[in-house]
């Protein structure tokens, strides 16, 4: 549905101007705390109000939100009121038609003047003029409209930003948790073949056991050594994702994941920032082509001023005012305004286009989110249940192995098993909150709270 014009009462209210300030103040004070009064630890939810804050990303989007302001006021300022312009000018001359309209402005005419040459005079001028434009074909007020829709667009760019940050502070929350765990899972792996090493070694002195089966043990310390520094420089590169989201360049990364904070699924969609954005910026496009369709009509202006001439030659002055409308029409400019038509109708189709593009990409994406929530919510039982048989499965092969009953190789397919489903389950704990987070994105909700405001609030 296009959207209607907002009066101008409402188009900058001025609780959002304060609340916007307070917002780059806070901007402020979080680089302040990037110097080294950072919390010692995170919740997703702090993480996410700090980057809400503090983020270069939402610091850009208000500097938009001010000059759309402005863009918007120098319009307002063009159709509501006149210009005033105030001028003081000097000159001396001796061109007898400039001599003798000094010396009727001052005042100072006489019988006995030379009209062909009246000599050298001089004047000095003071001058006030008011203009008004009257009526020039609906451009001002289009250019209202555009400037006021252009306002709209920016505020809901500013949404867009802050649900698409939230979701990816939590993403990189998670993924440091799923790091951390799968590093974890390396290093109990180690310890486990480790064991197992000493065992096969203590064997293998007794002569109970072949070299090649404490080679294998060796091989794979090896190759689950080399894991380990994989899944450490994974932990890294999330942890430094996490600190640029937050608008860091340094920082603690130590996660507070005692305190669970679930993630609402919203059962209704609210629309989504970028929905909004869009549908304010055709707004805007189709006040730009009624702006531009003023051309072909008249303009109409109302104009008064006010002069003192003084001469210090003649030692005269007088006053004299001048007021009047002036109608104007372009009868023809070349078919410039015509192409300015046509460019502007083209770009009021594409945006239209563009709106439809995004309604199917908006509902592919909530569906799309939603095929992903319930899958990983499966896949999350799924592994929990395997992580259960994967270790009473290791336990039991490494005592059939001290015991001598199974291969080398049969106790390391079964502790690769086992690692390997540590991993499978922290990956699906992890893919269940991010998808949680993701559909809230979708849905047009902020993380964890209804709106940013909320959140902001219940800090």
């Known amino acids: 549905m296009p959207m209607k014009s907002v009066p101008s009462s409402r188009r900058i209210p001025v609780l959002f101007r304060i609340a916007c300030a307070l917002l780059?103040?806070?901007?402020?004070?979080?680089?302040?705390?990037?110097?080294?009064?950072?919390?010692?630890?995170w919740t997703s939810r702090e993480a996410v109000i700090f980057g809400l804050r503090n983020s270069p990303d939402s610091s850009i989007a208000l500097q938009r939100i001010e000059a759309a302001r402005a863009a918007q006021t120098q319009a307002e300022a063009v159709l509501k009121h006149p210009h005033i312009d105030l001028s003081a000018a000097y000159a001396q001359t001796d061109n007898p038609m400039f001599s003798f309209g000094n010396i009727l402005n001052q005042g100072t005419f006489s019988n006995d003047i030379d009209f062909n040459d009246p000599g050298r005079t001089d004047?000095?001028?003071?001058?006030?003029?008011?203009?008004?434009?009257?009526?020039?074909?609906?451009?001002?007020?289009?250019?209202?409209?555009?400037?006021?829709?252009?306002?709209?667009?920016?505020?809901?760019?500013?949404?867009?930003?802050?649900?698409?940050?939230?979701?990816?502070?939590?993403?990189?929350?998670?993924?440091?948790?799923?790091?951390?765990?799968?590093?974890?899972?390396?290093?109990?792996?180690?310890?486990?073949?480790?064991?197992?090493?000493?065992?096969?070694?203590?064997?293998?002195?007794?002569?109970d056991l072949l070299k090649t089966e404490v080679l294998?043990?060796?091989?794979?310390?090896?190759?689950?050594?080399?894991?380990?520094?994989?899944?450490?420089?994974?932990?890294?590169?999330?942890?430094?994702?996490?600190?640029?989201?937050?608008?860091?360049?340094?920082?603690?990364?130590?996660?507070?994941?005692?305190?669970?904070?679930?993630?609402?699924?919203?059962?209704?969609?609210?629309e989504r920032p970028e929905l909004t954005r869009l549908n304010a910026m055709l707004e805007a496009a189709r006040a730009n082509l009624d702006r531009a369709e003023g051309v072909n009509r008249p303009t109409l202006d109302g104009f008064a001023s006010?002069?003192?001439?003084?001469?210090?030659?003649?030692?005269?002055?007088?006053?004299?005012?001048m007021a009047g409308v002036k109608l104007n029409y372009n009868l023809w400019d070349g078919r410039l305004g015509h192409s300015d038509v046509a460019l502007r109708q083209a770009e009021l189709n594409e945006m239209e286009e563009q709106l439809h593009k995004l309604r199917l990409g908006i509902n592919l994406d909530i569906?799309?989110?939603?095929?992903?929530?319930?899958?990983a919510l499966e896949r999350r039982g799924v592994t929990d249940k395997m992580v259960e048989v994967a270790r009473e499965s290791a336990q039991l092969s490494r005592e059939r192995f001290k015991e001598g009953v199974i291969l080398s190789s049969d106790l390391l397919d079964t502790e690769v098993r086992l690692t390997d489903t540590l991993v499978r389950q922290s990956a699906a704990r992890a893919n269940y909150r991010i998808a949680a987070a993701n559909l809230r994105r979708a849905l047009g909700y902020q993380q964890f709270q209804e709106t940013t405001e909320l959140l902001m609030e219940n800090q």
Do not use: C, M
């Not at 780059?24 to 630890?41: I, M």
């Not at 006010?306 to 005012?321: I, L, M, R, T």
């Open 24 to 41: 780059l103040v806070a901007g402020a004070a979080g680089r302040a705390a990037a110097e080294g009064e950072l919390p010692s630890s």
């Open 123 to 207: 004047n000095l001028n003071l001058k006030a003029e008011l203009t008004y434009r009257l009526y020039n074909g609906g451009r001002d007020e289009a250019g209202v409209a555009a400037a006021a829709s252009t306002y709209l667009a920016s505020e809901a760019g500013l949404k867009e930003v802050e649900h698409q940050l939230g979701y990816e502070i939590v993403r990189a929350f998670q993924n440091i948790v799923q790091a951390a765990d799968q590093l974890q899972a390396r290093q109990a792996e180690l310890e486990a073949i480790d064991s197992s090493l000493q065992v096969a070694q203590a064997r293998f002195d007794a002569g």
């Open 216 to 270: 294998n043990f060796e091989v794979q310390k090896a190759r689950t050594s080399e894991n380990l520094i994989i899944s450490q420089h994974r932990q890294e590169l999330a942890e430094k994702v996490f600190l640029n989201l937050l608008g860091l360049e340094n920082g603690s990364t130590t996660l507070n994941t005692r305190v669970t904070i679930p993630q609402i699924i919203p059962k209704t969609p609210a």
């Open 306 to 321: 006010y002069q003192v001439d003084y001469g210090f030659e003649n030692d005269g002055s007088g006053e004299s005012w």
């Open 367 to 375: 569906q799309e989110a939603r095929l992903n929530y319930q899958q």
